[in-house]
């Protein structure tokens, strides 16, 4: 990270998403235990570094407890798909989540102690389910097969290149500006115009899906990465910071690189269950 200083942000971006891609498509390829290993890992750090913003607002959540809960969920979720235990064990979650009510009464001198309940249960639904409905999209079929998620990950960092591009190269007219002033209508129509064309691409090499699934799944993550964006750039507006993080050279924390996934993800799963 020191060493990737040195250079412009554009280079850094370009940097990171390379080395990240390389990283994370391996491990989705090589099996569905790597797959699990490099989620969980995004996942325990974007819940983290949330928690961590939450905190830089005033609020005193239950950073470790809700990141045991996140977590578990998580691996619940995968190892249910996974089949080596059974669906019964969702049960757990809700008198897991339950204790958090409990633990807040050893809590002294909290002036609004539900507030900080509602952001350790925001940190949750907003970062950990997504994840863990990931795990759906993986076992689609009832076996491990990455095609899916290769695919959407690339329609999703296709959406974000391309809205990079045609916004820096022809973006004019502000698509919301009071909540993301860069933000515009060309860079969203660039996005969207390369995710189409990648889903086109994935239908020719992958048969999991048929075309009308991939450019339905394009057409989610389009419209859901770019709320997912506005809605992160909304969070950040409210504490007044510019990135979540600088874990990720040229772009930001986790939650900036992975925002449009987290909503995204809820609707491409309930496309896949239903359809």
Not at 108 to 122: D, G, H, S, V, W
Not at 184 to 200: I, P, R
Not at 260 to 274: D, H, K, N, T
């Amino acid at each position: 990270m020191t060493a990737l200083k040195k250079y412009s942000n554009l280079t850094q971006r370009i940097i990171t998403a390379l080395i990240g891609a390389a990283v994370i498509i391996s491990c989705i390829i090589y099996s569905e235990w790597t797959y699990f290993a490099i989620f969980f890992l995004i996942c325990f750090l974007t819940l983290r570094e949330f928690y961590a913003l939450a905190g830089l607002d005033g609020m005193v959540v239950q950073k470790t407890f809700g990141t045991i809960c996140g977590m578990s969920i998580f691996s619940l979720s995968f190892l249910i798909e996974h089949k080596d235990i059974s669906y019964r064990y969702y049960f757990l979650i809700f008198p897991l989540i339950s204790c958090v009510y409990m633990i807040k009464l050893y809590k002294k001198f909290e002036r609004k102690p539900f507030t900080n309940i509602a952001y350790t249960f925001l940190g949750i639904f907003y970062v950990a389910i997504p994840y863990a409905l990931l795990n759906i999209a993986a076992f689609e079929n009832g076996d491990y097969n990455y095609e899916i998620m290769f695919g959407c990950l690339f329609i999703l960092w296709a959406s974000d290149s391309g809205a990079y591009i045609a916004g820096t190269l022809f973006g004019k007219r502000k698509l919301f500006e009071r909540i993301s002033p860069k933000k515009s209508w060309e860079g969203a129509l660039g996005g969207a115009l390369l995710a189409l064309a990648f889903a086109f691409l994935m239908n020719n090499f992958f048969h999991t899906l048929a075309l009308w699934q991939w450019l339905s799944i394009a057409a989610i993550i389009i419209v859901g990465g770019t709320y997912g964006d506005l809605i992160e750039s909304l969070l950040k507006r409210s504490i007044e910071i510019k990135d979540s993080g600088s874990s990720l050279p040229g772009h930001g924390g986790f939650l900036d690189r992975f925002d449009g996934l987290l909503i995204s993800a809820p609707f491409i799963v309930a496309f896949l269950e239903i359809f």
